[in-house]
């Protein structure tokens, strides 16, 4: 007389058994995910949502940098088990808002991402789809607005891809100002025998 534990081995070790754990696996990491996107959305439309709080006060009102660290302190109050509100984290707020406001930026292209249903305005796509741990230090380290942009548009694509592309020729417009391959050729053989000589 078969067990339960014999019953059990035959099912675990059946093809169809296999196969529903693995399309049941295959589902959880697909919720998990899915899961992820929606909470790292909502918490980027937060930072968000604060930044511009705190810069359009800090306009209206005349207020001066204390009240970033002043604000801090009271969300730190407010939530103490959430973490998030460090005054270094609500200055990122700022200048995270700051620095893709609509004024700031090119808006998305008609039908991107709908405009934010309280403000009207439009998150940037490429600022809501990644993380907050990568829009903070893409903000903190690049210096301009097309190193920003770049940033934005690579940093989800795994480390060592890149995308280029290479024209036969140069737009008339910019010849005059490159030397030609025969003169790039003489240059680079100049510069090696030099290198030889020291």
Known sequence: MATNLDIHEAQTASPAYQQLVADATARVQTGQLAAFRAVNKELIQLYWDLGKMIAERQQANGWGNSVVELLAVDLQKAFPSSSGFSKTNVWRMRAFYLAYRPSAIL????????????????????????????????????????????????????????????????????????????????????????????
């Open 107 to 198: 808006p998305p292209p008609v039908g991107e991402l709908p405009p934010d249903q309280n403000t009207g305005e439009f998150l940037p796509p490429a600022v809501a789809e990644i993380g907050w741990t990568h829009n903070y230090p893409i903000l903190e380290k690049c210096k301009d607005q097309t190193t920003v942009e770049f940033a934005l548009q690579v940093v989800n694509k795994p480390i060592g891809v890149a995308t280029y592309s290479i024209s036969k020729s140069l737009p008339k417009e910019l010849i005059a100002f490159f030397p030609s391959p025969e003169e790039l050729i003489k240059r680079v053989e100049a510069v090696i025998k030099s290198a030889g000589e020291h």
